[in-house]
Structure formats: C-alpha cells, structure tokens
C-alpha cells in the first residue's frame, strides 16, 4: 500500500524566510509523489511532481521538491515565504492503479509579517 | 478558461432531502472523480468513473451515488443528506489509467454542502 506522513500539522513562518514542508512517504513500487495546495474555501491545485524523472522538481510560485529515495522523502521548500503562500498543504502518493491519490492529513502553512 | 467547474460553490440543504452536486469539464478526460473532504481533513475518494464504468471505493456509503451522463458531466447525488455529510465535495478529472500517477489530476473549486 502507498501512504504517505506529513510531519507537521502546523507550520508558522515569517513572510521572507524559507518554508519548509516535510513529507515521508511509503510505497512498495516506485512512487509517483504530488504537492498539492488548498487556499480556503477553494479547490486543490498542483503545485509540483514527481514521476521517476528529474528527484529535485520545481514548481508553480517558486516552490520545489526534492525526491529522496533513501530518506524516503519528498519535503517542499520555498527560499521566501510571501503572505500569500499561506494555506493548506497535501502532499500525496498515487495508488497501484493510479487511479486513486493518497493524501496525508495535510500541514498548515502560517505565515506573519 | 476554468477546466473543472462544480456547480453551486456553496449548497445548503435539509436534513434528509436529496441533493444533486454537479461537475462539468472542458479537458475531455475520460476520468472522473468525486471527493469528500471534511473539516480540517484530507479528501477521501467516494468513486470514480473511467468512460462509463462507474468504480465505487469500499466505504462508500450507499447514500451517495453519481451519475455520468457524457464526457464532460458528473453528478454527485446525495439520497438522505444527514448532519455528517456536510463537507467540501471535490471533482477531479485525469486522462486514461495512467494520467493520475502521471500528475493529470485536475480539481475543481469544489462545492461546501452544508445540511440543516
């Protein structure tokens, strides 16, 4: 079965400092691996991928990840957090047939002044 | 140039009264999803739809249902909406059997269903 774990549930920063988002995932075959984010009262919307191509993939507002099959991880990191990054993030594993996405239990981004 | 659309963004309904959600879509995916995503949690599939083949997940309850009556339409129909069921409903679309794991899952606004 794929899962994934998102380490924290809340993450407050800075606007100008880096974010960093962490997430393990666990899958019996190679996975595929997506960042998701969620503004309030709004849908999902990609932010970036993985799909055994490139390990480090950028994405949409600066965001990027790193695919690390050793560690097992696929963490989200931003160099300058902005007010506007502020939402919910999912990180999230396709299933075998593809057809399904697991979703961890998802990280607030804060972000202050 | 909205791909996914769900229609109303907010449905508020009555204990027990049925209500139809709709999802349309301009991508001509031949998959479609439903997703229920409750407060302050992750969005769990209800079903999906590949062509014309409807795909129910395990948990499901029977309360819901859905319709598909061409490509770009999908409904989701709740029977006897109870105080649980209030949540965001998201529809998703991918191409093919493939087209999730590749990171062609495209999602809607969603609708928040709320029942008094």
């Known amino acids: 079965a794929q899962s994934v774990t998102q380490l924290d549930s809340h993450v407050s920063v800075s606007e100008g400092t880096p974010v960093l988002l962490r997430c393990n995932y666990s899958?019996?075959?190679?996975?595929?691996l997506f960042w998701y984010v969620q503004h309030p009262n709004k849908g999902l919307q990609l932010l970036l991928k993985?799909?055994?191509?490139?390990?480090l993939v950028k994405g949409i507002n600066g965001f990027e990840a790193e695919f690390k099959k050793s560690e097992t991880s696929f963490h989200l990191t931003k160099p300058s957090a902005h007010m506007s990054d502020a939402a919910e993030y999912f990180c999230?594993?396709?299933?075998?047939?593809?057809?399904?996405?697991?979703f961890g239990k998802g990280t607030s981004l804060l972000v202050t002044p | 140039d909205a791909m996914v659309i769900q229609n109303p963004r907010y449905q508020v309904t009555q204990f027990g009264k049925p209500v139809t959600l709709s999802c349309s879509q301009t991508?001509?995916?031949?998959?479609m999803y439903w997703y229920q995503q409750k407060s302050s949690q992750a969005p769990k599939l209800l079903f999906h739809?590949?062509?014309?083949?409807?795909?129910n997940e395990a948990d499901t309850p029977d309360n819901f249902q859905s319709r598909r009556p061409n490509t770009s339409f999908c409904f989701l129909d709740i029977r006897s909406p109870g105080l649980g069921d209030a949540a965001m409903y998201l529809c998703?679309?991918?191409?093919?059997?493939?087209?999730?794991?590749?990171?062609?899952?495209?999602f809607g606004s969603g609708t928040r269903l709320t029942v008094v």
């Open positions: 993985y799909t055994s191509a490139a390990t």
């Open positions: 998703a679309t991918s191409r093919g059997s493939t087209g999730g794991s590749r990171g062609g899952y495209t």
């Open positions: 991508l001509n995916h031949n998959v």
């Open positions: 899958s019996s075959y190679s996975p595929s």
């Open positions: 739809y590949y062509d014309k083949d409807f795909n």
């Open positions: 999230v594993v396709s299933s075998n047939s593809g057809y399904a996405l697991n």
